[in-house]
């Protein structure tokens, strides 16, 4: 399976804060959450802890390179440009991913958020998000239990999945 592609000053184990959350599921293909996951102004619909999308410069409603936005989300207003953008295509991996930022001085925290999806065998999508953090506020959410960085993307991924298979017409 493929892996996420990490930037200098982000690879997970060298950073203040890491999570990992994974779904496969059936009867979902990459075609199917892409444009749940690429149009921000959708994720308020299936992930509560997301709110306040804007673009700016005049860009979106889609992600795409360079892309400039904002949300809030687990209390922190963020400030994103969107740093990898591959849609799907057959045979290869979709991939988006942003870095994200909030505060200043020792409340800055800057984040790496990265999604991978791509299709498996037998009519399976795996979808697969990451994020490394650097800052005190970083260390502060690492210690916390339970991790609400683990919690909260969970709660994406599930909303994202249940999304998709409404759009298709089937009950998550």
């Not at 599921?25 to 149009?39: K, Q, R, S, V």
């Not at 102004?41 to 992600?63: C, H, K, R, V």
């Given at each position: 399976m493929s892996e996420i592609i990490w930037p200098q000053g982000?690879?997970?184990?060298?950073?203040?804060?890491?999570?990992?959350?994974?779904?496969?599921?059936?009867?979902?293909?990459?075609?199917?959450?892409?444009?749940?996951?690429?149009?921000?102004?959708?994720?308020?619909?299936?992930?509560?802890?997301?709110?306040?999308?804007?673009?700016?410069?005049?860009?979106?409603?889609?992600?795409?390179?360079?892309?400039?936005?904002?949300?809030?989300?687990f209390g922190f207003p963020v400030e994103a440009r969107c740093i990898e953008y591959i849609p799907p295509v057959k045979g290869q991996p979709a991939r988006v991913a942003w870095h994200g930022w909030a505060g200043e001085g020792d409340t800055r925290l800057d984040v790496h958020h990265a999604w991978l999806i791509e299709d498996l065998s037998g009519d399976r999508v795996r979808i697969l998000t990451q994020e490394t953090q650097n800052g005190l506020p970083a260390i502060e959410l690492a210690k916390a239990k339970p991790n609400p960085m683990i919690n909260g993307h969970q709660d994406w991924l599930q909303g994202l999945v249940a999304a998709a298979l409404k759009e298709k017409g089937q009950e998550s």
């Open positions: 982000f690879v997970p184990g060298f950073t203040d804060n890491y999570c990992s959350n994974e779904v496969i599921i059936a009867g979902l293909m990459t075609a199917d959450i892409w444009p749940l996951l690429n149009t921000p102004s959708l994720w308020p619909s299936y992930y509560a802890n997301s709110t306040n999308i804007q673009f700016q410069d005049g860009q979106g409603p889609e992600l795409k390179i360079g892309a400039q936005f904002s949300f809030e989300t």
